[in-house]
Structure formats: structure tokens, C-alpha cells
């Protein structure tokens, strides 16, 4: 069968963004292939497509199969293009998934007319059932990991148990993606992910509830044998782990890291992980083998806010994963959620102050926003505080619901002092000036590297 995988354009008038390697879709690609099918990669973002564009791209290209990835800021995207495909072929199956759909979908089968079916949560396992399926000339009617409409017109929704031997996956299919629209600086940043899932439950995060609270991981040795395949197939030294956290297992950082060292891949990386779950041991291991950034998610720097977003982590411990980390030489980033619901003026200034206190070399501070599927969703929802209802509009970067203790346009001032006060600090300036020399390009290509993960992960 003949399979159209598309990566939806960012809503019209949404500020623009780099282009990231869409990995879900890679996987999507490599399972589809493995069992023999024709695959297509559409990229709309890097290949700056418009609806009209992409129209024209998808007319000529034989489709049996149309799936769209959707994030709540590409839902309506995905909508739009997945109406467009049924128009150019009206015999196709089309089919949405991503973290936005898995827990909108419902919603999404009801709003958009042409969407045959949903598909929830981890997709390879789904998909490849679906391909067989209707390989086989079958309905997807029972197909675990769905949701779609019944001859009734009611909408079923099947659930299926994630994957728990991820090194059963194959490699994701890098050769279907546009890749010269994804240099930076002159290199392809490529991402990968050693596990899925997280141990915490952070009332702001969609990814956990899309991946689970169990941690799973890959084998140290089929990261390692994917790194050294992208090093080696398409000559490029930096690379970036998609993780949530990505020292949860300790023993498995350290394994990956021998791992690298034994086989003498000359690379470099960056990762994410949580303050509580690093040591001066684990850091400097890490460095050893390549590592130069780590990027932790602190959040606020108000204990009482941390509390209520379920953090589950203390000032204490994110000053000494700073501070041991720096001393590791690493660069550190530090990421932090503003107007997250019972946070006050006062409260935002506290972590503005308190992060530029750790003296980070960059820093996000994104919108607290509502995303589908979270609790903090439910809550914003329960109090009557939504305001925009237009996904276009949740980029990270702008309110969308008010509390009573802090206004949308109180949030937006107080988001933009914050990066001024960061950035235009003297030792900022003079920072950035010392880091070629002291970084070289491959901290500024890091610096990029964050950039892109985390219009990632933030805009989930």
C-alpha cells in the first residue's frame, strides 16, 4: 500500500519557528516500510508549505493511507489537511494521531467529518495493525489503540498496553524527511529518545500521560548502535536526546556512556533530566562521553508553586544540580512555566530571580498552558479561567486562561521583563562573547539544539 505520513505548517500568523526532525513520524515511516509498504514524508513546516501547496503535493502522489501528527498548536493544521486529502483522494484512509489527538479524539472525529480514525498514544504497534488490516480488506473495528465511529454513529474507543521492549522498534527512517531543511548553523542536530515514559506526574505535562508512568527504556547498546549509525551514515557529530528525563536509570546513563567511550565516537550531546535524579559523579561521566548540556526543567522558583504543579522538588536541590553541574563543565538551561494557576505576581518575580540567581547560559520561560489530557487542563476548565479556546493560540507564548490572582496581560508583561532581564544582563553579554572560545561551535550548535527541543517538548 501506498502510505502519505505528514507533518502539519504552524497556524497561520503563529511567530515562526525553526523546522525540528518530526521522530514520531520517523518511527511511523520505519515501521511501515519494515513491513513493506510505500511511504511518504510531507513536511510541511520544513518544507514551508501551505494549504494551498501542500493541495497541489498531495494530488500527486498516490495515497491509500493519510496520517497527520497533531500537537494542540498543530490540531487545526492536521484537521485542515486531513479534509484536503479526502478531497484529492476520497478513497484514502485518513488517520490523525500525535499527544493532542490521543486525548481529543472524540472531539476531533465529531469536528472533522473525513477523519476515519484516531490513533492513541504510542502509535507503532497501532499503526502496523492498521496497515494489515486494511491490507487484509478488513474494517478497523477492534483495533487496540483507536478510536473511530461505529455503523451507529457512536464513537468506540479501544485501548492498547504500551510497548514495553522498545529495542523491538526499528530505527526511525531519517531517509523519508527533507533533511537539508533541517541544517543549523550548517548541521543536522538529529534527535533520539533512550526511553519512554516518566516517574512523575507533573500536573502540567501532556508527554507523561501520552508515554506513561512507567520509565522504559532502550538498551544501552541500541542507543549506542543508533548513534554510531547517524554518525557514521550521515557524518554528523551532535546529536540530541529527546528524553523528559533522561537520567532516571543512573546505571543506564552510565552504561550508554561506556558504551561511547569503548567505541570512540568522537560526538557530542545534549539532554534533559530533573535536579533530583543528577550527582558530581553521574554529570562528570556524562561529560567525559561527549555530553555539554543539560537542560532541567526547574519551573518555578516559588516552593509553594512547585507544590501545586506536583513538582515534587525543592530550591535546595535545583541550586546544587546547577551548581555541580556547572562545575562538571557543562553549560546548564534552565526552563520555567509562568502563570501557572495560583501563581501571583510576587510568585513569578521569585523564579525570574531565583533563575537568574542559578546563571544559567539560557533559559525558557514559557506560558503555563492548559493542554488537553492534563490535570491542570481540568482545573482551569472546573474554575471558569479558560479564555482562548483557540488552539492556534497556544504556543507557549501567550495567556490563554486568567486566574483571579494574576491577568493575561499582567502574564505577558511579566514574560517579557523576565527575558529582558535575563538577556540583557552585562554577564550575559559578556558570557556569549567568551563562548566561542570557550565552547567552540559546538556549544553554540547545543544552544540551537535546545532551541528545537524545546519548541518540542513546550509546544506538546
Known sequence: MKITLVNPPYPPHAHAHLPFIPLGIAYLGAVAEKAGHE????????????????????????????????????????????????????NCTTLIGGSHASFWDSNALQECPELDAVVRREGETTFQEILQRLQEGKNLAGVLGTTIRTKDGSVRHEDRPLIQDLDSLPFPAYHLLPLDSFHHMGKTIFPLTTSRGCVQWCDFCSTVRMFGRGYRMRSAKNVVDELEMLHKQYGESQFTFYDDAFTVNRQHVIDMCADIKARKLNVTWDCETRVDMVDKELLETMR???????????????EKILGAMNKKIKLDEIRLAFKTAQKAGLMTIASAVLGFPGETEETAWETINFITSLNPDDIGFYIATPYPGTPMYEQVKKEGWLKVTDFDKYDTANPTFETPYL???????????????????????FKMMRRGGTYGKSGLKTSAAYALRAMHIKLS
Request: with cysteine; aromatic share 12%; glycine share 4%.
Open 407 to 429: 491577568s493575561m496581560d499582567k502574564l505577558r508583561e511579566i514574560r517579557y521583563k523576565a527575558q529582558q532581564k535575563f538577556y540583557l544582563r552585562p554577564s550575559y553579554v
Open 39 to 90: 511511504v511518504t514524508v510531507i513536511d510541511c513546516q520544513a518544507e514551508k508549505l501551505t494549504y494551498e501547496t501542500f493541495r497541489n503535493r498531495i494530488r500527486q502522489i498516490p495515497t491509500d493511507i493519510f496520517g497527520v501528527t497533531s500537537t494542540t498548536l498543530l490540531y487545526n493544521s492536521a484537521k485542515q489537511l486531513v479534509t484536503i486529502a479526502k478531497q484529492e483522494h476520497p
Open 288 to 302: 567525559n562521553a561527549g555530553c555539554i548540556t543539560v537542560w532541567f526543567g526547574v519551573e518555578s522558583g516559588s
